[in-house]
């Protein structure tokens, strides 16, 4: 089969729902029914594997939590989620990387990190590099994502000039161990740039609203199954209201009877490996938890059901992202 062929295959097991077919399933991903933590999935073609479960740190780092608060709930996470967790820092997330620090001396073998960059010229993205192996205080960063893809000048990115050369030099020198990237908006420049074949890792928003204005589900899962890309799903819950991380009143779009709804809707997308959900309080780690252990894919009904409240959420949160398609 071609590869427009299998893509149009593909796209049409996702637009059935991950009902009766068990999208997850049909990827080989794991049910946590029988369960008592969340379990573990493998990171695409890396072969890791890791929780169901990651730790967004924004919320932590940008509200400016305490060393202590922090890694107080860092560590529930490690507890709770068990095995290895993916834990996604970002070097203006506040002191979130010197925090984690601590942790990640006394717990590496249980904490996956990944961090970012947004610097597009190869010598800057490795410098950022540089400095986010200096504040972890770690030897080496297991991946690092190009942040938000949508703004990034593709040509510039794939020259020797670029971004991506920038962190290839940072994994020679085994400073990183896989490269990825991620994005809120500008989904097709998203896909185009994972069709390369260069990346290990793909972060896109995925969440039953947004699907309905940006997309992600219907332009990037299915070349990232084509590449054998590991899926991380973020703002899995809508993000902070407002867009605003800023203080400790911060609160995600979709909680009450949506919070478990959301998680288990981007749990059961096809090739999602980790679902990032950014706590504030350990209460917030073991809600994750009890949500997650309850996973099993979305029959049909439920689905179409989900879909439909999403169409009317989406009406309300319009573009708050960022345009759907990226300029230039």
Not at 148 to 161: C, E
Not at 178 to 198: C, N, P, Q
Not at 285 to 295: I, K, L, P
Not at 305 to 315: F, H, N, Q, T, W
């Amino acid at each position: 089969m071609t590869d427009q062929g299998t893509r149009r295959e593909f796209l049409k097991t996702i637009a059935k729902g991950a009902g009766a077919i068990s999208l997850g399933a049909a990827l080989g991903t794991e049910s946590c029914t029988s369960r008592a933590l969340p379990p573990q999935r493998a990171l695409g073609r890396t072969g890791v594997k890791a929780s169901v479960l990651g730790l967004g740190l924004g919320p932590l780092g940008i509200a400016g939590y305490t060393a202590l608060e922090f890694q107080t709930v860092v560590q529930a996470a490690l507890e709770e989620w068990g095995g290895l967790v993916i834990i996604d820092a970002q070097p203006d997330y506040g002191e979130a990387e010197c925090h984690l620090a601590p942790l990640l001396r006394a717990s590496r073998n249980q904490i996956f990190i990944m961090t970012k960059t947004w610097e597009q010229a190869r010598a800057d993205a490795f410098a950022s590099v540089q400095q986010s192996v200096r504040r972890l205080g770690v030897e080496y960063i297991d991946a690092v994502l190009l942040n938000n893809i949508g703004l990034f000048d593709l040509g510039r990115l794939f020259s020797t000039d670029g971004a991506l050369a920038g962190l290839r030099d940072a994994q020679r020198d085994g400073m990183l161990r896989y490269v990825g990237l991620s994005g809120h908006m500008g989904r097709d420049r998203f896909a185009t740039a994972l069709d390369s074949g260069e990346f290990d890792i793909a972060m896109p928003a995925l969440n039953f609203v947004d699907r309905h204005t940006y997309n992600f589900e219907g332009t990037v899962l299915s070349v990232a199954h084509k590449r054998e890309v590991a899926v991380v799903a973020m703002k899995v819950l809508g993000g902070a209201v407002g867009w605003d991380y800023s203080t400790r009143a911060q609160r995600a779009l979709l909680l009450g009877d949506d919070y478990e709804p959301a998680l288990h809707y981007a749990l059961g997308l096809p090739g999602v490996a980790t679902a990032i959900v950014g706590c504030k309080s350990v209460e917030e780690v073991r809600q994750a938890t009890e949500a997650a252990s309850r996973f099993s894919p979305l029959h049909e009904a439920e689905l179409a059901r989900l879909l439909e409240r999403g169409k009317v959420l989406a009406a309300q949160w319009g573009t708050h992202f960022g345009p759907v398609v990226a300029d230039g």
